[in-house]
């Protein structure tokens, strides 16, 4: 069974009727551009085929309820306590069995708040919503802003919220960000609400201007594995924030409002003015920068046979600037490349998650053993490696 026949069928289970609607939003995998989101910079993610559904129906009683295949039971609240619930992350009276569910009621909340801002009436009812998924969850390949846009979309419809693409990426932010309590960019959201097949899309966290960019996966014969490492480690989070900190504080020396105001030239001037971490951390994003535009050019010139050494450049930068790889991801991308493929980075906000592989279509199988290969020799856990074909984002499916 599909994952979208199962959103309809765990509806059908919950409320004993068919729903509304099915919708779906994927997850991501971002090509290029890390931890640049948050320094008001450039990334290059694209939407893979994994997908999340929410089947949705209108209920006439004011309240909402949630329930997912990945949850032991469905959550309800009344309508009206959405604002007494949220936001107050960590604090909410969800119990902590249920906090999943603050990412569809956040998604709720947030999408009522921004169609009232829009429209000066919120048209929302009570509803069910019944969650599926096949995006592997915690991998790093966005299962949250998936959760995220699924629900959005559903909810966007059935209030007829009338809000567009990039508002529901926000909404998802916002959720995400106030509901949940997780300090994310929005380079996920906009990837999975905005993307479009085999192509990536070319952010800008700034101005939000988003344009897509033909990848030409298929006619190159080329292809792009993940490499889940499935480690998460355990200080991701306190080591996200620092990160985020040292960026704002190298912004801060160099008299910018972002690090993307600082160009590759600057550098030098950057590392007479601080202390030799804050400057590496300050290298890898302004770097960063500046080889998502050179993909995004390379791709448009030459396609993607050219990118191969701009995502090992990218990998060594985290790996030596920006502190964010770990031995697994690290045995990834060497046992890629050593087995041929033409790049290979960690990807995702890093201390353990997934790698990405750009590998010839018939040199896939080899890279796949030679990183198996290379995980068990290490003493790693077997990882889990998966070609990615780059989907469409958000849609209503039924
Ligand atoms: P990632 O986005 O990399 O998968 P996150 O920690 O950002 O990892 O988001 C994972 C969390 O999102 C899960 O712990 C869960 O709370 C929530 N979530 C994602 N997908 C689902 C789902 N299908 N059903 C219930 N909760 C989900
Ligand atoms: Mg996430």
Partial sequence: ?????????????????????????????????????YNDGFVLPFAIPHRTYAAVGMRADGRIR?????????????????????????????????????????VAWALRAASTDAHGVADAHGVDIAITSDVPVG??????????????????????????????????????NEAVGAPTGIMDQMASMLGETDSALFLDCR?????????????????????????????????????????????????????RDVAV???????????????????????????????????????????????????VSMRDDFEISTSELDVAVEASLAAGALGARMTGGGFGGAAIALVEQDAAPAVSQAVTAAFAASGFAAPHIFPVTPAAGARRDA
């Avoid at 604002?83 to 603050?102: C, I, M, N, Q, Y």
């Avoid at 080591?239 to 690090?259: K, Q, S, T």
């Fill in 1 to 37: 069974m599909t994952a979208q026949d199962a959103a309809a069928r765990l509806f059908q289970e919950l409320t004993g009727h068919a729903p509304d609607g099915v919708w779906s939003a994927p997850g991501r995998v971002n090509l290029i551009g890390e931890h640049t989101d």
């Fill in 66 to 106: 949630v329930t997912s295949d990945h949850a032991e039971h469905p959550v309800e609240v009344a309508f009206a306590d959405l604002t007494a619930l949220f936001p107050k992350p960590g604090d909410t009276s969800l119990r902590v069995a249920d906090a999943w569910a603050a990412y569809p009621l956040g």
């Fill in 139 to 176: 991998a790093g390949l966005s299962s949250s802003a998936a959760i995220e846009g699924a629900t959005a979309s559903a909810l966007n419809d059935a209030w007829n919220a009338d809000l567009d693409r990039k508002a529901l990426a926000r909404v998802g932010r916002r959720a995400e």
């Fill in 207 to 259: 101005t939000l201007d988003a344009v897509p960019v033909a990848l030409g996966m298929a006619d190159a014969a080329l292809e792009i594995l993940v490499i889940d490492t499935r480690v998460t480690h355990a200080h991701s989070t306190g080591g996200y924030r620092d990160r985020r900190d040292a960026c704002e504080r190298g912004a801060a020396i160099m008299g910018v409002p972002a690090l």
């Fill in 265 to 315: 030239h600057d550098l030098e001037r950057a590392e007479g003015l601080m202390d030799d971490v804050t400057f590496r951390r300050v290298r890898h994003i302004v770097t960063e920068n500046q080889r998502v535009l050179d993909t995004v050019r390379m791709l448009r010139e030459h396609g993607a046979r050219g990118i191969g050494d701009l995502l090992v450049v990218s990998h």
